[in-house]
Structure formats: structure tokens, C-alpha cells
């Protein structure tokens, strides 16, 4: 069966989430309060309503609420962003996601106690500072504040050295998780291993301490 998702705010976050989860095959249910928005998702999902999210039985009667998973992408109106999350607290909806504009929005939510809370612009921007400051940066995962899964190209400086030599952990506070060499994946690598100049690395680390390979 397909998955359904509701999603509630149709600014640029919100539609481009509502359009890509159509494009991927999902049943996707989308509003907003402007026509207009409505009108130019109206043909990239299966159904979209004009309606005013903080009112309840609006809610109710659009059927938002029984998606798996609603995503609440209002951002600059945080007041209808919080009285929108708790509607759909109350209408018992599985999933709730929310777009955080600030922290203290991203705080009140994650009071709330909702699945997830999100913080586009922010994530982002850690996202593309950290790609600058990461040589050969391709994708990062964020573990906690300071710790991230990093998949990167290594520094010519580490080529043609084991993992033994290198001593990354003690040096640079990062553990080597996976070499990618090709089609193979060497999992959990031994201090032996050679870095080779095409291989991708998969580090867990500190952004500062990996900056400075
Ligand atoms: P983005 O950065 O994603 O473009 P934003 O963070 O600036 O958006 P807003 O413009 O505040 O967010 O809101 C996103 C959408 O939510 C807008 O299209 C707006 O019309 C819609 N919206 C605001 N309040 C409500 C509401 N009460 N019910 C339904 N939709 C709403």
C-alpha cells in the first residue's frame, strides 16, 4: 500500500517536499491558506485543499490527518506553525514533522514532543560550511552536535598510507568506518589497510579536527 502524507504550508520548502514525495510514487494530500499555492501544486499531487490549517474542523474534514506522516512547513507564522502541530497532536496523526525557523520555534516543538523537528537553513548552511572546510567533501551525516559520519575523498597526504601509520584516531580524533574501493566496501578496516587515492572514506570525526587533515 502506498504511503500517504499530508503537507500542511506550501512555501518553498513545503512544495518542493509535497512535489518530490509525488514524484516518488507517494500519496501525497497538500494545503495552504493562499489559492494561489494551491493552485500550482494542485496537479503534482493527488490531493490539495485551500484551507486555513489552524482551524479544526477545516483539518478535519480534509482528511490531512489520517496520512501517515503530515509535514508542518510554516514558518514565518510560528503561532499557526505550534497550533497546527498540537490539531494534529489531537487528531492523533502517527508522524508529525515541523519546519523550525528559529531555535526557539525548534525548542517549542521539540517540547511538543512531535517525531521530528527540523531546521532547513540552518542545516544547510552547517552543511555547505562544512563541505567547504572538508576536502573532498561528498556527504556528511550529523551525530550529535560536534560529530558527524563524513564520506569524503582522502587528502593526497594520507595516499599510499596504512590506517597503522596514519594513527587518524589519536591525531585527528576520527575513526576510519568504511573504505569504499570501487564496487568493494571494506567494512570496519584493519590498521593494515592501505589508503589508496580513489578509495572514498567513510570517517566518524569533529568537523574541526578533520578540517585540518
Ligand atoms: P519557505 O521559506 O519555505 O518559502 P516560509 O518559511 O517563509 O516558507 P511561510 O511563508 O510562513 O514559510 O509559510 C509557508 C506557507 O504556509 C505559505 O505558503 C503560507 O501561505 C502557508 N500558511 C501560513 N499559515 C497557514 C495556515 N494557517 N494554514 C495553511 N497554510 C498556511
Not at 96 to 110: F, R, S, T, W, Y
Amino acid at each position: 500500500m502506498k504511503r500517504v502524507f499530508g503537507v500542511i504550508g506550501l512555501g518553498r520548502f513545503g512544495f518542493n517536499v509535497a512535489k518530490t514525495l509525488a514524484e516518488g510514487g507517494a500519496e501525497v494530500i497538500a494545503c495552504d491558506i493562499d489559492e494561489e499555492k494551491v493552485k500550482q501544486i494542485s496537479e503534482l499531487v493527488h490531493q490539495a485543499f485551500i484551507l486555513d490549517a489552524t482551524d479544526e474542523r477545516a483539518l478535519k474534514e480534509s482528511g490531512i490527518a489520517n496520512a501517515d506522516t503530515v509535514i508542518v512547513s510554516i514558518g514565518e507564522n510560528i503561532e499557526a506553525s505550534i497550533l497546527v502541530v498540537v490539531q494534529l497532536m489531537e487528531l492523533k496523526v502517527k508522524e508529525i514533522i515541523a519546519k523550525a525557523v528559529n531555535p526557539l520555534h525548534g525548542k517549542v516543538l521539540e517540547r511538543l514532543g512531535i517525531s521530528r523537528v527540523i531546521h532547513p537553513e540552518r542545516d544547510m548552511a552547517i552543511r555547505l560550511a562544512h563541505s567547504l572546510l572538508v576536502g573532498g567533501f561528498i556527504e556528511e551525516i550529523p551525530i550529535a552536535e560536534n560529530y558527524s559520519i563524513f564520506e569524503m575523498l582522502p587528502p593526497e597526504r594520507l595516499h599510499h598510507k596504512t590506517l597503522k601509520e596514519l594513527d587518524l584516531r589519536r591525531r585527528h580524533d576520527m575513526t576510519v568506518l568504511a573504505i569504499k574501493r570501487g564496487e568493494k566496501l571494506m567494512a570496519n578496516p584493519s590498521g593494515d589497510e592501505k589508503i589508496l587515492p580513489n578509495d572514498i572514506l567513510v570517517v566518524l570525526g569533529n568537523i574541526e579536527k578533520i578540517s585540518l587533515l
